[in-house]
């Protein structure tokens, strides 16, 4: 049983794989693609998969955040806005982090990220910041 990527699995279902099968051959396999970097350690996808990692955990504090809402009312949502906030500009961002990374592996050594850990650092602070200020100011 071969991976989804290749499109045989679907096509064991015959009854609607005929449209499916069409599609999947005109998607080209990731076997016909091009590679993006010649690392056998896969470091830019390792560094991908920390800061999905990272999205998660922010979405986990700010569901947690919201289940303050009924005893700290609307003060309970500004630990939540500043960790969907994080969330969105580690989106925003990862796209031309994992490309600079990659880059680097056939250019020059590329050197740690310092402002990305400063930012991250001062948003978990802020949050943390923010969620004193919540039980602190409605006490």
């Given at each position: 049983m071969d991976d989804l990527c290749g499109c045989r699995w679907w096509q064991a279902y015959?009854?609607?794989?005929?449209?499916?099968?069409?599609?999947?051959?005109s998607v080209q396999r990731s076997s016909e693609m091009p590679p993006l970097?010649?690392?056998p350690g896969l470091q830019p996808e390792r560094t991908?998969?920390?800061?999905?990692?990272?999205?998660?955990?922010?979405i986990i504090v700010s569901v947690l955040f919201v289940?303050?809402?009924?005893?700290?009312?609307?003060?309970?949502?500004?630990p939540v806005a500043l960790a969907c906030t994080t969330t969105l500009a580690i989106s925003a961002t990862q796209r031309r982090?994992?490309?600079r990374s990659c880059a680097s592996i056939a250019a020059a050594p590329l050197?740690?990220?310092i402002g990305g850990a400063i930012a991250i650092a001062a948003s978990c602070?802020?949050?943390?910041a923010a969620?004193?200020?919540?039980?602190l100011v409605t006490a």
């Open positions: 015959s009854d609607w794989a005929s449209p499916l099968s069409a599609f999947c051959s970097h010649s690392d991908s998969l920390s800061w999905h990692r990272t999205q998660a955990s922010l289940r303050w809402y009924p005893t700290w009312g609307a003060f309970a949502f500004a982090r994992y490309e050197g740690p990220d602070a802020a949050i943390g969620g004193t200020a919540v039980l």
